[in-house]
């Protein structure tokens, strides 16, 4: 199956830090809300490691707009600006900054990964920690990771966010002292991507498609309004 990790983010706990993470002006600040997540993220992969009893499942790394997780009430912008010592102005403008025209074909998917490597970072320490875990108290299952970057439109994108989870996969393996094998793949979901399928497969150990994606870039047709039609 897939798993696709941006709803974990919704709980109320947990969107304090990730809006805290959105609002961090430099890379130690993103880290420091980020390191508040990660327990949380590696608990849930661990639970969804135990229910599954060594049957595969792809996790697929943060996919939506950044503006999905912004607070729009207004007491939640105070509390906000009130943790990360800045004023409610200055969140409105940052909140007003991440607003899209197209948000499904802009700062997204893989792009994401991309400006800010420290999300793709934390959610490797968090699969492949539960997945050493896991693994150490169910020797008898077969614990694989299968780790999805979404909305890769050209191989160079893959390799740059590829090289972040391998070279954090490898150093919380080696630190665990445990061997654990792990796949990168990614999702094909943008026409350009399905056009340059064979030089994505270099870098690729597995493919998954994203069918709805695809079928509203190539035909133009949404699948939240084209049944009206």
């Known amino acids: 199956g897939l798993c696709r990790t941006e709803h974990m983010f919704f709980d109320p706990e947990r969107i304090a830090a990730f809006r805290e993470m959105i609002c961090s002006d430099t890379v130690e600040e993103r880290e420091e809300a980020l390191d508040k997540i990660l327990p949380m993220q590696q608990g849930d992969f661990e639970a969804l490691y135990e229910a599954l009893e060594g049957c595969p499942v792809t996790i697929r790394f943060l996919d939506p707009p950044l503006h999905k997780f912004v607070p729009t009430e207004e007491a939640d912008i105070e509390a906000l600006a009130k943790t990360k010592g800045k004023t409610v102005e200055e969140i409105k403008n940052i909140i007003n900054s991440l607003h899209e025209f197209n948000p499904m074909m802009g700062h997204r998917g893989c792009r994401l990964a991309v400006t800010y490597p420290e999300i793709a970072k934390m959610q490797t320490k968090a699969v492949i920690r539960a997945a050493i875990n896991v693994k150490k108290a169910h020797p008898d299952w077969n614990v694989a990771p299968e780790i999805m970057i979404p909305l890769i439109g050209d191989i160079k994108e893959l390799k740059y966010v590829k090289k972040t989870v391998v070279e954090t996969a490898d150093a919380e393996i080696k630190a665990a002292g445990v061997d654990l094998k792990y796949e990168v793949g990614t999702m094909i979901e943008i026409p350009r991507a399905a056009l340059t399928a064979d030089e994505i497969a270099k870098e690729a150990e597995f493919f998954c498609f994203g069918t709805n994606d ?10 939240d309004d084209a049944g009206k039609f």
Do not use: K
Not at 214 to 223: A, E, I, K, N
């Open 214 to 223: 695809l079928t509203q870039m190539t035909f133009g047709f949404s699948r």
